[in-house]
């Protein structure tokens, strides 16, 4: 039997692995970035008291998204590999439970799992952190503003990291994320309310 180091070391090394992980991790860091921002501003513009009230409603955020991202990646990667190791074994007449293939299949989903739960927690708890100085350092409207400019800046980085990786100008990929995060914050300023 395989130890979990081993086999994790050796899923690392697998670019079609890791292709996946990343994706799960980027898109849904992405809606946890978008989400915290909206959150923010919400929190902010209904009149909430204090920093610490945005930090609990983000970290609510935090928690739904990333019980979210976890759960339906590993229930969808669940039915993928399984329909793929049933393949496998139509294929070559043979029954591969407990076999270097199937270890691999569980190891994977486990990474593209909490990759997936990663994403959103990243893009919620980063921006979330100036509220943690409000009241003392920052107004409630300077946290919101230095929130979503966090937020603005992950996804610039997600961009960024996305367009280096398929060799696209990564700047340009930036700028196409960050995008995002000013027209959630733009529109989110201008909702009737």
């Keep these: 039997m395989v130890g979990a180091r081993e086999l994790f070391g050796r899923l690392l090394g697998k670019e079609d692995v890791l292709a996946i992980s990343r994706r799960y991790f980027i898109s849904n860091g992405f809606d946890g970035t978008l ?6 501003i919400g929190a902010v513009l209904s009149g909430v ?14 928690v739904g998204l990333g019980t ?13 590999t399984r329909a793929e190791i049933r393949r496998l074994e139509r294929a ?16 994977a ?21 100036p509220f943690l100085l409000a009241g003392t350092a920052l107004s ?41 995060g000013l027209v959630v914050a733009a529109i989110n300023v201008f909702l009737p309310g």
Excluded at 68 to 80: H, L, T
Excluded at 93 to 107: N, S, V
Excluded at 152 to 161: H, P, Q, T
């Design 35 to 40: 989400t915290c921002i909206g959150v923010v």
């Design 140 to 180: 409630l409207v300077e946290a919101a503003v230095a929130a979503v400019s966090l937020g603005i800046g992950i996804l610039g980085v997600f961009g960024a990291y996305m367009g280096s990786i398929s060799g696209q100008r990564w700047y340009v990929a930036a700028a196409r994320m960050a995008l995002a």
């Design 68 to 80: 979210s991202a976890v759960w339906s990646v590993w229930e969808i990667e669940r039915a993928e």
């Design 92 to 107: 070559m007449l043979t029954d591969l439970d407990d076999t270097r293939i199937e270890h691999e299949q569980r190891g």
């Design 49 to 62: 008291p204090d920093g610490l009230t945005v930090v609990k409603i983000g970290l609510g955020a935090a």
């Design 109 to 129: 989903r486990l990474l593209h799992a909490v990759s997936s739960g990663l994403g959103p927690v990243v893009g919620v708890l980063i921006p979330l952190s």
